[in-house]
């Protein structure tokens, strides 16, 4: 076992450049040009410090002769001045170029998709499929076609980051940044805020769901349906305690009289990878979970607890009601 040591370096190495988080596994042309400038910089970094290591090395072990040779004037100015100069000044220029080439557009019909960033949370917008596309914490969009994000903060300074697909870009209260992106291949993929927002920062993640254009067209014309009506009594009592509850006072569920805007849109929220932004997968044990216990799963989000206040059959119902929102 002791003579594989060495390959746990490696194996670290070569799997973070692979992976659902990852600038390293790029799926899309944005983010294959900054998995390139990365490699560019890591290769050229780590080259530049062998070669000042092995000449260190060297010069502590050459003949005294020799390492007067490599001490003279010449040899200084030429490996200490001119050649970082021109080194360091031929990466700028190439990463200029790429920092250019992200903003050019490539298409002049993207797909827009507004996110509105919110502590801890994100609201999805689709304006150009009509008013009713909005879901929350996930992002689809069609492979092949250039996407415009227009990004957003209902509250306090974010940032977000899809590493896979580009770079990061703040998202600020009053102001609309523009990012576009295009995915190249369908894959799953995980968002992260990436500026510091409150006491649930870290839990403030969603996933980027690229799917084939005809795949994502009946996912966008789902997301306009009205919710299915209960299919069963458990679902139908389900729905019952959601209204006895309040909580069409802060969500909206397509189809129904409530529409809040306080917290995510619900309205299929049974088809959603995960609940809380990543806090937790989605199943009915989780959405049980989290109806009572969401202050102690995620502290300081907006959502009360009602644990104390809901049965476990009530919180049982409504779980089974919303996972059946799909």
Known sequence: MREKVWLWPLLLLFGACSGVQTPLDPLGDQAARIAVLSWVLFIGGTAIFALVMGLLVFALIAPARVRNAIGNRRFVIGGGIVFP????????????????????????????????????????RYPDAGEGAVTANELHLPVGREVELILTSGDVIHSVWIPNLHGKMDMIPGKANRQRLRADRPGVMRGQCTEFCGTQHTLMAFWAVAQEPADFEAWLARQ??????????????GREVFGEAGCGACHAVRGTEWQGRLGPDLSRIGSRLTIGAGALENNRGTLAGWVAGSQDIKPGNAMPSFGRSLSGDDLRAVAAWMEALR
Do not use: C, K, M
Request: proline share 9%; hydrophobic share 45%; aromatic share 8%.
């Open 85 to 124: 100069t021109v080194t360091l000044i031929a990466l700028l220029v190439y990463s200029l170029g790429v920092s250019r080439a992200l903003v050019v557009p490539q298409s002049d019909d993207p797909l827009r998709i507004e996110i509105i960033a919110r502590q801890y949370w994100w609201e999805v």
């Open 224 to 237: 306009r349906d009205p919710v299915p009506e209960p299919a069963n009594a458990e679902q139908a009592r």
